[in-house]
Nanobody, 124 residues
Framework: QVQLVESGGGLVQAGGSLRLSCAAS????????MGWFRQPPGKEREFVAR????????SYSDFVKGRFTIFRDNVKNTGYLQMNSLRSEDTAVYYC?????????????????WGQGTQVTVSS
């Protein structure tokens, strides 16, 4: 059972930046595709970004493309989400997740391991 711990959330002004981290408990981290999702207040969880096991291929939702960057360090067993040009609509709880089938999916149901989430609040 892989455990994931997110960190790096907080309160930031619109236009600012944050970097989220997702630390995995196991060295098998590199065996999994990884995704970031978020759940805005009162809304369903939604896809944000995904990355392959090697980190060579990434994909983003349209509302973060060009502003957010997903990357990973398999030596440190850690994934990241760099968020720039933040907007008030980016306010949400952000979750990282691992997909053991490496389906490189945008669907939350295809991910097997989840972190506890970290709150990001963007003030306008």
């Amino acid at each position: 059972q892989v455990q994931l711990v997110e960190s790096g959330g907080g309160l930031v002004q619109a236009g600012g930046s944050l970097r989220l981290s997702c630390a995995a408990s196991e060295r098998t981290f590199s065996n999994y595709a990884m995704g970031w999702f978020r759940q805005p207040p009162g809304k369903e969880r939604e896809f944000v970004a995904r990355i392959t096991r090697s980190g060579t291929i990434t994909s983003y939702s349209d509302f973060v493309k060009g502003r957010f960057t997903i990357f990973r360090d398999n030596v440190k067993n850690t994934g990241y989400l760099q968020m720039n040009s933040l907007r008030s609509e980016d306010t949400a709880v952000y979750y990282c997740a691992l997909d053991q089938r490496n389906s490189f999916s945008r669907s939350a149901g295809d991910y097997d391991y989840w972190g506890q989430g970290t709150q990001v609040t963007v003030s306008s």
